[in-house]
T-cell receptor, first 114, second 114 residues
Framework: GQSLEQPSEVTAVEGAIVQINCTYQTSGFYGLSWYQQHDGGAPTFLSYNALDGLEETGRFSSFLSRSDSYGYLLLQELQMKDSASYFCAVRVGYSGAGSYQLTFGKGTKLSVIP | EAGVVQSPRYKIIEKKQPVAFWCNPISGHNTLYWYRQNLGQGPELLIRYENEEAVDDSQLPKDRFSAERLKGVDSTLKIQPAELGDSAVYLC????????????FGPGTRLLVL
């Protein structure tokens, strides 16, 4: 099976930088995804890392270290609208099947305060 | 372009009653997923379709849950009979192919079983 660990809650000030960590244990690992979900809303794709290193998309960056089974999501210049839950998800593949499955963590609730 | 559409958005039923959820994926997306999200948790995969074929239903409680995707487009998820523990948000997602890195989620159906 798979297991993912991420902090349950994080609070940060508007304009600041926050990092949300994710550690995982799984077999058949292909990559790490991050999704954002506002209360009552749909999860929305933010980023995907298949290789070690940092991926930057605007104010958001995501990092992966496959050797450490660790990744993080970095949010810069925090805005009030960034208050949401953030989920890391491991993408695992099945040998020969040519298909993948996402397993989500429990999510980190980010609160941005003025 | 329209996103993933789900209906109803909310449903309240008494235990032992049947309930059905409907999903219309993004046009051209061949892969469709049904997830269940309990309060404070990440989405958990119930079933995945490739066109009209259910290719991964290992997490679907088959004694009371059923799903179909006629003609490989719309999909319906049914619970009969519903139990108190089925109260959750049922999310539908779609992707262009099973190899796609991004899944697009609908807003979900919030089910309350009394």
């Amino acid at each position: 099976g798979q297991s993912l660990e991420q902090p349950s809650e994080v609070t940060a000030v508007e304009g600041a930088i926050v990092q949300i960590n994710c550690t995982y244990q799984t077999s058949g690992f292909y990559g790490l995804s991050w999704y954002q979900q506002h209360d009552g809303g749909a999860p929305t794709f933010l980023s995907y890392n298949a290789l070690d290193g940092l991926e930057e998309t605007g104010r958001f960056s995501s990092f992966l270290s496959r050797s450490d089974s660790y990744g993080y999501l970095l949010l810069q210049e925090l805005q009030m609208k960034d208050s949401a839950s953030y989920f890391c998800a491991v993408r695992v593949g099945y040998s020969g099947a040519g298909s993948y499955q996402l397993t989500f963590g429990k999510g980190t609730k980010l609160s941005v305060i003025p | 372009e329209a996103g993933v559409v789900q209906s109803p958005r909310y449903k309240i039923i008494e235990k032992k009653q049947p309930v059905a959820f409907w999903c219309n994926p993004i046009s051209g997306h061949n892969t469709l997923y049904w997830y269940r999200q309990n309060l404070g948790q990440g989405p958990e995969l119930l079933i995945r379709y490739e066109n009209e074929e259910a290719v991964d239903d290992s997490q679907l409680p088959k004694d009371r849950f059923s799903a179909e995707r006629l003609k490989g487009v719309d999909s319906t998820l049914k619970i009969q009979p519903a139990e108190l523990g089925d109260s959750a948000v049922y999310l539908c997602a779609s992707s262009f192919s099973p190899n796609s890195e991004t899944q697009y989620f609908g807003p979900g159906t919030r089910l309350l079983v009394l």
